[in-house]
RNA sequence: GCUGGGGUGGCGGAACUGGCAUACGCGCACGUUUGAGGGGCGUGUCCUUAAUCGGAUGCGGGUUCAAAUCCCGCCCUCAGCACCA
């Protein structure tokens, strides 16, 4: 036989897929439906490791799915709108949609030669006008369910570039483009009302059993649903109360003063009463500059105390000062904490450093509150009436105790905040809302839809579109009143494109609707769900809000999207994330042309366990390599029955080999999700596999073993599979074909080697049947010449023999 | 800072529910095949030791007949933090 041509393999085998469109899926009722889906790339250029990691698993999953007999839903697209594509066109001078259309037409054939078993029938784009006119459709339901609102909201702002900066676009408070300094503005946006469903995406965890504990706690925390009370305090000298939200009620004696965020309004209200107001103005425009995550990282607290006004505790009848400082958010709770030193960390250091008293309440075990602060339980102390009673008990006491004397209630809050979805950028789907002086925000009619981004717009060098300033596109009738309006120019967060694109997948050619239920019913909801960890928080948590809300407008009657999930991890180089900015992306194309589509497949899927992060590295690609090699001459071997030289395996071993590993390997893509075993159990049966190779009349053996290997390794190494297959006399495509099934008689050990231990270290080993009694064992133990040896003149203690495992001894 | 991961040979990693640490692969060394090179095949490869003994899973303690695995206290590192997707 030849030597292994992968170029010329991999080319046959995907012009016959392709060309017998055999990949391409009909819902069928008499079939049982397995649904995977690969989290919506972005067309950034040229796809990376972390995409090929990314899309090998779940092609070995459809794979794997089809020849356990299942219909398989199994499709790619591209989440096409986005900034990234704004840069280009500006830097490049290239019109966003020119950049993704070549975008995606360089990745698609990318996909393509490595083999994916995609129905590209099915294939999207979401800056498609068929695509987002049904983004555009859901945006006007959520309106009219009263889901969508608008409200004021902070923006990054360049004063310069006279334009909204993203997160991304922003590094120590200056604008990436022009390096001026940002300011912070606020703009009224859209959001949508996700919180309304925070306690529903939280208690739906119960229904994700198959989620990792990571994302989960992840999510929970996200979500961050905690139970607490609301407190007034009063402002002696106004009528104005102070209202913070604490989980600690039972700290409230050890209140020593109050912080409020910059932004919080009070400060404005009460303006005329501030002593020090320019300085306090001074530093809210200063700790606008900073982001939320600068504010709170740092471990130097700053702040001021705002010198004229004071605030009341009620539960001490005492006077305390007020500050803002920005490691209180505005966006979390009230805006405003009751500030604990003596129980909190973060007051701890604020207090030190402005020489605030530092007041114990809760009294732990031999704890100093003046070298840090005490968050744990204890026992209140200076706290009136309650001191004495446990703090576990104290939040019900005090918080009773609080709503009685009637200057706070017991309330819930989320971190949770509502989804801000208006981008004040070009590239995406236009929100279709029309501004009119009579009727107010009416939404375009369904029948006008799509509004359709237009594509003759300028861009300047200052990152900035002239939507705004297109005559054509802002000036419209209003859908009531028929009257000169203006339309929205503001368009959808890429979130919203992201949240309903496997719902489209199920019926991906509908002009009359997203989907029609009846083939949303039978694909979802998705089997198993593949993306980066990365994405544990927010397109998790949208994709899944986004999902009840269309179940409560009766579009779909499941209540979650994603039954499985599996968080791959990142592909890194040097430890650190692979992306565009940072210029460190490896192209598959080099170990692709060199080795081929299976090679980089199987390497990819065995270097390292897909849910942790791996480093890149080529060490390790040339035994994959071989591995496929080792596999291709093996046809030969299996062939040739005249050689006969001895060999020390025997006929029944190698069977036994040989449904060990299918029993391994069904169980580690099925149930664990670990490719790496299951090729190192792959490559082992290889390996007695060559040992046995041989064997003078072994009665068609080793060609049953190697039909069974083949069998085991096409998802994962299709093209060398199928190509194996058909040299192997069979007609039918091997990605149809029956996986196989072991014989447990066949995996189970007759005789066993067991570890014995003596005071814990190991010291020999014994062979005994699987079923010998502890009798039997013990017996077999000491007629151990070796084992009899240690255990002379020495007396048991004890003699234990854990089943099928080990036999310890504790001797004196 | 908060939250969630991770740390095992020269390297990627394996180890079921607490039960033989280092499977499989890379690398390296030696042998063999070959005119040579490449490739293939085979053997060896945690440390220490001639061998036994002994020691080793980030660091320090603890529980247990038995700990990579459980508990307590540290260190390092990666990810997410709401306008990147």
Same mark, same amino acid.
């Given at each position: 036989?030849?030597?292994?041509?992968?170029?010329?393999?991999?080319?046959?085998?995907?012009?016959?897929?392709?060309?017998?469109?055999?990949?391409?899926?009909?819902?069928?009722?008499?079939?049982?439906?397995?649904?995977?889906?690969?989290?919506?790339?972005?067309?950034?250029?040229?796809?990376?490791?972390?995409?090929?990691?990314?899309?090998?698993?779940?092609?070995?999953?459809?794979?794997?799915?089809?020849?356990?007999?299942?219909?398989?839903?199994?499709?790619?697209?591209?989440?096409?709108?986005?900034?990234?594509?704004?840069?280009?066109?500006?830097?490049?001078?290239?019109?966003?949609?020119?950049?993704?259309?070549?975008?995606?037409?360089?990745?698609?054939?990318?996909?393509?030669?490595?083999?994916?078993?995609?129905?590209?029938?099915?294939?999207?784009?979401?800056?498609?006008?068929?695509?987002?006119?049904?983004?555009?459709?859901?945006?006007?339901?959520?309106?009219?369910?009263?889901?969508?609102?608008?409200?004021?909201?902070?923006?990054?702002?360049?004063?310069?570039?006279?334009?909204?900066?993203?997160?991304?676009?922003?590094?120590?408070?200056?604008?990436?483009?022009?390096?001026?300094?940002?300011?912070?503005?606020?703009?009224?946006?859209?959001?949508?009302?996700?919180?309304?469903?925070?306690?529903?995406?939280?208690?739906?965890?119960?229904?994700?059993?198959?989620?990792?504990?990571?994302?989960?706690?992840?999510?929970?925390?996200?979500?961050?649903?905690?139970?607490?009370?609301?407190?007034?305090?009063?402002?002696?000298?106004?009528?104005?109360?102070?209202?913070?939200?604490?989980?600690?009620?039972?700290?409230?004696?050890?209140?020593?003063?109050?912080?409020?965020?910059?932004?919080?309004?009070?400060?404005?209200?009460?303006?005329?009463?501030?002593?020090?107001?320019?300085?306090?103005?001074?530093?809210?425009?200063?700790?606008?500059?900073?982001?939320?995550?600068?504010?709170?990282?740092? &471990? *130097?607290?700053?702040?001021?105390? $705002? /010198?004229? %006004?004071?605030?009341? @505790?009620?539960?001490?009848? =005492?006077?305390?000062?007020?500050?803002?400082?920005?490691?209180?958010?505005?966006?979390?709770?009230?805006?405003?904490?009751?500030?604990?030193?003596?129980?909190?960390?973060?007051?701890?250091?604020?207090? &030190? *450093?402005?020489?605030?008293?530092? $007041? /114990?309440? %809760?009294?732990?075990? @031999?704890?100093?509150?003046? =070298?840090?602060?005490?968050?744990?339980?204890?026992?209140?102390?200076?706290?009136?009436?309650?001191?004495?009673?446990?703090?576990?008990?104290?939040?019900?006491?005090?918080?009773?105790?609080?709503?009685?004397?009637?200057?706070?209630?017991?309330?819930?809050?989320?971190?949770?905040?509502?989804?801000?979805?208006?981008?004040?950028?070009?590239?995406?789907?236009?929100?279709?809302?029309?501004?009119?002086?009579?009727?107010?925000?009416?939404?375009?009619?369904?029948?006008?839809?799509?509004?359709?981004?237009?594509?003759?717009?300028?861009?300047?060098?200052?990152?900035?579109?002239?939507?705004?300033?297109?005559?054509?596109?802002?000036?419209?009738?209003?859908?009531?009143?028929?009257?000169?309006?203006?339309?929205?120019?503001?368009?959808?967060?890429?979130?919203?494109?992201?949240?309903?694109?496997?719902?489209?997948?199920?019926?991906?050619?509908?002009?009359?609707?997203?989907?029609?239920?009846?083939?949303?019913?039978?694909?979802?909801?998705?089997?198993?769900?593949?993306?980066?960890?990365?994405?544990?928080?927010?397109?998790?948590?949208?994709?899944?809000?986004?999902?009840?809300?269309?179940?409560?407008?009766?579009?779909?009657?499941?209540?979650?999207?994603?039954?499985?999930?599996?968080?791959?991890?990142?592909?890194?180089?040097?430890?650190?994330?692979?992306?565009?900015?940072?210029?460190?992306?490896?192209?598959?194309?080099?170990?692709?042309?060199?080795?081929?589509?299976?090679?980089?497949?199987?390497?990819?899927?065995?270097?390292?366990?897909?849910?942790?992060?791996?480093?890149?590295?080529?060490?390790?690609?040339?035994?994959?390599?071989?591995?496929?090699?080792?596999?291709?001459?093996?046809?030969?071997?299996?062939?040739?029955?005249?050689?006969?030289?001895?060999?020390?395996?025997?006929?029944?071993?190698?069977?036994?080999?040989?449904?060990?590993?299918?029993?391994?390997?069904?169980?580690?893509?099925?149930?664990?999700?670990?490719?790496?075993?299951?090729?190192?159990?792959?490559?082992?049966?290889?390996?007695?596999?060559?040992?046995?190779?041989?064997?003078?009349?072994?009665?068609?053996?080793?060609?049953?073993?190697?039909?069974?290997?083949?069998?085991?390794?096409?998802?994962?190494?299709?093209?060398?599979?199928?190509?194996?297959?058909?040299?192997?006399?069979?007609?039918?495509?091997?990605?149809?074909?029956?996986?196989?099934?072991?014989?447990?008689?066949?995996?189970?050990?007759?005789?066993?080697?067991?570890?014995?231990?003596?005071?814990?270290?190991?010291?020999?080993?014994?062979?005994?049947?699987?079923?010998?009694?502890?009798?039997?064992?013990?017996?077999?133990?000491?007629?151990?010449?070796?084992?009899?040896?240690?255990?002379?003149?020495?007396?048991?203690?004890?003699?234990?023999?854990?089943?099928?495992?080990?036999?310890?001894?504790?001797?004196?």
């Amino acid at each position: 036989m030849t030597e292994y041509n992968h170029l010329e393999v991999e080319k046959k085998w995907q012009e016959k897929w392709s060309e017998s469109k055999i990949f391409e899926s009909k819902e069928d009722s008499k079939k049982e439906k397995y649904y995977c889906l690969e989290m919506l790339p972005y067309p950034s250029g040229d796809l990376h490791m972390g995409h090929v990691r990314n899309y090998s698993i779940g092609d070995v999953y459809a794979r794997f799915h089809r020849m356990k007999g299942k219909n398989v839903l199994y499709t790619v697209g591209w989440d096409a709108f986005g900034l990234p594509a704004e840069n280009a066109a500006i830097k490049n001078k290239i019109h966003p949609a020119k950049w993704i259309k070549q975008n995606i037409a360089c990745m698609r054939k990318q996909l393509k030669a490595l083999g994916f078993s995609y129905d590209w029938n099915r294939e999207i784009t979401t800056c498609d006008p068929k695509y987002y006119k049904w983004t555009q459709w859901f945006f006007i339901k959520m309106w009219e369910k009263g889901l969508v609102f608008r409200k004021n909201a902070n923006v990054n702002w360049c004063p310069v570039c006279q334009t909204v900066l993203a997160n991304e676009q922003v590094s120590n408070s200056v604008c990436w483009r022009c390096d001026s300094h940002i300011e912070h503005k606020v703009l009224e946006q859209w959001f949508i009302k996700i919180t309304d469903y925070a306690d529903e995406l939280l208690e739906g965890h119960k229904h994700l059993g198959e989620w990792s504990q990571q994302v989960l706690s992840m999510q929970k925390n996200w979500i961050g649903k905690s139970y607490g009370v609301e407190i007034d305090f009063k402002i002696p000298g106004s009528d104005k109360n102070l209202k913070i939200f604490t989980t600690r009620p039972d700290t409230i004696f050890g209140v020593t003063f109050m912080v409020v965020a910059p932004e919080h309004e009070i400060i404005n209200e009460l303006k005329s009463k501030i002593k020090n107001y320019k300085q306090v103005s001074q530093y809210i425009i200063a700790s606008g500059r900073k982001s939320n995550i600068e504010r709170v990282s740092n &471990k *130097k607290k700053t702040g001021i105390k $705002i /010198e004229g %006004i004071n605030a009341l @505790n009620l539960a001490t009848k =005492k006077e305390i000062p007020i500050f803002t400082a920005d490691y209180v958010l505005t966006e979390y709770g009230t805006g405003a904490i009751m500030a604990v030193p003596a129980h909190d960390q973060r007051d701890w250091e604020f207090a &030190k *450093k402005f020489d605030i008293p530092v $007041i /114990e309440v %809760i009294k732990g075990n @031999n704890f100093d509150v003046s =070298k840090h602060a005490y968050e744990d339980e204890g026992i209140l102390v200076n706290s009136g009436e309650f001191s004495g009673i446990k703090s576990v008990d104290a939040f019900d006491v005090v918080s009773n105790w609080i709503e009685k004397q009637g200057f706070g209630k017991k309330t819930v809050i989320f971190k949770l905040k509502d989804w801000l979805v208006s981008r004040q950028r070009y590239w995406g789907a236009p929100i279709p809302m029309i501004y009119c002086d009579r009727c107010g925000i009416v939404p375009v009619s369904e029948k006008e839809l799509p509004v359709l981004l237009p594509e003759d717009v300028e861009f300047t060098e200052a990152g900035k579109f002239h939507l705004k300033t297109n005559k054509t596109f802002i000036n419209v009738k209003c859908p009531k009143c028929c009257k000169a309006a203006i339309r929205e120019t503001d368009t959808i967060d890429t979130f919203v494109d992201s949240s309903w694109y496997y719902l489209r997948y199920c019926d991906s050619h509908n002009d009359n609707a997203p989907f029609v239920s009846v083939k949303a019913d039978y694909w979802m909801p998705v089997d198993q769900y593949i993306g980066g960890i990365e994405h544990a928080c927010m397109h998790l948590i949208y994709a899944r809000f986004w999902f009840k809300v269309m179940r409560d407008l009766g579009f779909i009657k499941y209540d979650e999207p994603f039954t499985n999930l599996l968080t791959q991890g990142m592909v890194t180089i040097g430890g650190s994330a692979m992306s565009k900015s940072r210029g460190n992306i490896v192209n598959p194309d080099e170990i692709l042309i060199k080795y081929g589509a299976d090679t980089t497949r199987l390497f990819i899927l065995f270097a390292a366990p897909i849910q942790k992060q791996f480093d890149w590295s080529f060490d390790g690609v040339e035994g994959c390599w071989r591995l496929i090699n080792r596999v291709w001459c093996l046809f030969d071997v299996v062939n040739t029955k005249s050689i006969a030289v001895a060999s020390h395996k025997d006929k029944n071993d190698i069977l036994r080999a040989m449904h060990k590993t299918v029993k391994k390997v069904t169980f580690d893509i099925e149930k664990e999700c670990q490719f790496n075993t299951a090729i190192s159990s792959i490559m082992e049966l290889v390996n007695e596999l060559y040992l046995y190779k041989y064997h003078a009349n072994d009665d068609g053996v080793s060609l049953e073993v190697y039909k069974t290997l083949i069998l085991l390794l096409a998802p994962i190494t299709p093209h060398l599979c199928e190509e194996i297959w058909e040299k192997l006399g069979n007609n039918e495509y091997i990605s149809f074909h029956t996986w196989p099934v072991f014989d447990e008689n066949m995996v189970k050990d007759s005789s066993i080697e067991i570890p014995i231990q003596i005071n814990g270290k190991l010291k020999g080993k014994i062979t005994i049947s699987a079923d010998a009694s502890e009798i039997e064992v013990n017996k077999a133990v000491n007629s151990d010449e070796k084992i009899s040896n240690y255990l002379k003149d020495k007396q048991i203690v004890k003699f234990t023999y854990v089943k099928n495992k080990i036999v310890t001894i504790v001797v004196k």
